[in-house]
C-alpha cells in the first residue's frame, strides 16, 4: 500500500519560516514526482510546487514563487517545502501527492495523497 506522511505543520509568524515534509512509501518505481498541494475551506486544491526524481527539477506557482523552496532528503522518497516569509494567505491545509513520472516538468496529474497538515499564518 501506498501511503504519503506530511509533518511540520503548526503556527508561524509573519516573517518567519517553517519546514514542512513528506515521507512516500510502498511503491516500486523508481521514477517519481511530488507535488506539494494546499486547500482552504471553500476553494479548490491547489498545485503549489513539485519536484522530479528523475532529474531534480521542481516548479512553482506564482503565488510561492520566490518564498517557497522544494527539495529532496537523503533519501529520494522524502521531500521537504520550506517556507519562507510567509503570508496570512498561506493559511491552509497542505498535502502532499505521488505519481510515477519521468518527464522534466511538473505532471498534471497525481495518484496518491497524504492525509494533510495544517498551516497557520499569523502574529
Known amino acids: 500500500e501506498v501511503q504519503l506522511v506530511e509533518s511540520g505543520g503548526g503556527l508561524v509568524q509573519p516573517g518567519g519560516s517553517l519546514n514542512l515534509s513528506c515521507t512516500a512509501s510502498?511503491?516500486?518505481?523508481?521514477?517519481?514526482?511530488i507535488g506539494w498541494f494546499r486547500q482552504v475551506p471553500g476553494k479548490e486544491r491547489e498545485l503549489i510546487s513539485c519536484?522530479?526524481?528523475?532529474?531534480?527539477?521542481?516548479w512553482y506557482a506564482d503565488s510561492v514563487k520566490g518564498r517557497f523552496t522544494i527539495s529532496s532528503g537523503n533519501t529520494k522518497n522524502t521531500v521537504y517545502l520550506r517556507m519562507k516569509r510567509p503570508k496570512p494567505v498561506d493559511t491552509a491545509a497542505y498535502f502532499c501527492?505521488?505519481?510515477?513520472?519521468?518527464?522534466?516538468?511538473?505532471?498534471?496529474?497525481?495518484?496518491?495523497w497524504g492525509q494533510g497538515t495544517r498551516v497557520t499564518v499569523s502574529s
Open positions: 501527492a505521488l505519481v510515477k513520472w519521468v518527464g522534466p516538468t511538473c505532471p498534471d496529474l497525481f495518484d496518491y
Open positions: 510502498g511503491f516500486t518505481f523508481d521514477s517519481y514526482a
Open positions: 519536484i522530479s526524481s528523475s532529474d531534480g527539477s521542481s
